[in-house]
């Protein structure tokens, strides 16, 4: 084995530097929560945005002690350093991956006797090559492994307290491999019967080409009389000025449910739905009870009759065989198609796209993500 290159001055990274600064975090967790360099466990479990993932760490103090700081530096240099030409930045799966590899590297040095990477050699390298030819292992994770030992001259510029002498890449047998790669097999797990996904997938799409029209422009009038709630709950006691008004804004709410020839809204007793009247004239359902409010309903009602529930003005203008899809639109109901029109979205997206549903989960965070960038 040769000596150890010349002693460099080392420069030091700083214990309380961020690991994961720079990389978008998931919902809910801030940069102060992460891991800092300094740390010997760095929990790379906030920059995972796919749910089927377990969590990862790096546990540094598995390592042999003499390459966990640079081992320490490598990882750094990956998750938020300046990249050398021709690499690509490695998602936290990855990351998790390659230390594994690099950790199975550096117990072979240690049992081989080498104390630092500077003191590895060209015949430490060639014995490890053959060594990982006489394992069982895969030819890709033979490749892992050699990768993984190679970081270490890669990204040597941002390592400061020790660093390869030499290439592997550059030893004529280092690619050289004694079996051919195993035929790539097809994801074997079974697929959804036609005789399932068919249906699904033709409500589904129904719902999302004829239906969803209807269902939002009825979701616009139930969130503004939902939102009305907030409105109602601020609104202060009326004073004796305002009763001509609000008395006007009920007679224009009743003769709006006399022109549609509506009945009024009822509640589950089958009595006058005042809440959601009050709702309508974005005021507090006790104007409703009061003695001139009650007299107006009481005529609309005599006049119109009551309904089955509380409709939106709202109406389906979709027909099928002639007749509306829906009779109406119920604003309790209006929660439940929303999310059955969310789910024939789902459905429809998932079947063409073939993604898992964390990956589209993922794929909306970063999307998201770098629209607020660019119109921020």
């Known amino acids: 084995m040769t000596q150890p290159h010349a002693t460099q001055t080392p420069v030091f990274i700083a214990p309380d530097a961020f690991v994961l600064q720079g990389h978008e975090l998931r919902e809910g967790i801030g940069l102060a929560a992460t891991s800092r360099f300094g740390d010997d466990v760095w929990d790379l479990d906030p920059i995972n945005h796919q749910d089927q993932l377990v969590r990862n760490i790096l546990n540094f103090p598995t390592l042999p002690e003499q390459f966990r700081v640079v081992t320490k530096e490598l990882f750094y240099a990956l998750l938020v350093g300046e990249l050398p030409p ?4 490695l998602k936290q799966s990855s990351i998790r991956s390659a230390f594994t590899h690099v950790k199975k590297s550096m117990d072979w040095a240690h049992e081989r006797g080498c104390r630092t990477l500077a003191s590895i050699t060209q015949e430490d390298l060639l014995e490890y090559h053959q060594w990982l030819l006489n394992t069982d292992l895969a030819p890709s994770q033979r490749g892992m492994r050699r990768r993984a030992l190679r970081l270490f001259w890669v990204f040597r510029d941002s390592l400061h ?4 002498t030499l290439d592997p890449q550059r030893l004529q047998s280092w690619q050289v491999d004694n079996t051919q ?5 097809e994801n074997a797990t079974d697929r959804i019967p036609e005789e399932v996904i068919s249906p699904l997938l033709v409500w589904a799409l129904r719902w999302v080409t004829n239906f969803s029209e209807d269902i939002l422009a009825a979701r616009e009038e139930w969130w503004a009389l939902y939102a009305a709630r907030h409105a109602m709950e601020q609104r202060k006691p009326f004073a004796g000025g305002q009763v001509s008004a609000r008395l006007a804004a009920l007679q224009q709410v009743l003769d709006d449910y006399r022109t549609a020839r509506r009945p009024l809204p009822t509640n589950g007793d089958g009595q006058v739905n005042a809440n959601f009247l009050a ?7 006790s104007f409703i009870s009061r003695p001139q409010g009650r007299a107006m309903v009481a005529t609309a009602v005599a006049e119109l009759g009551l309904a089955d529930g509380s409709y939106l003005f709202t109406q389906a203008q979709v027909r099928l065989d002639g007749a509306p899809w829906l009779p109406g639109f119920d604003y309790h109901r209006m929660p439940q198609l929303s999310r059955m029109l969310q789910t024939a979205c789902y459905v429809v997206i998932a079947y063409l796209s073939g993604m898992r549903d964390s990956e589209k989960r993922a794929e909306l965070r970063l999307m998201q993500h770098s629209a607020a960038a660019t119109t921020g």
């Not at 307290?161 to 390869?164: F, N, V």
């Not at 790669?181 to 097999?185: D, M, S, V």
């Not at 709702?279 to 359902?285: A, C, F, K, V």
């Open 86 to 89: 021709g690499e690509v930045r």
């Open 161 to 164: 307290t020790d660093r390869l």
């Open 181 to 185: 790669p195993p035929r790539r097999i």
């Open 279 to 285: 709702r309508q004239l974005r005021t507090e359902p």
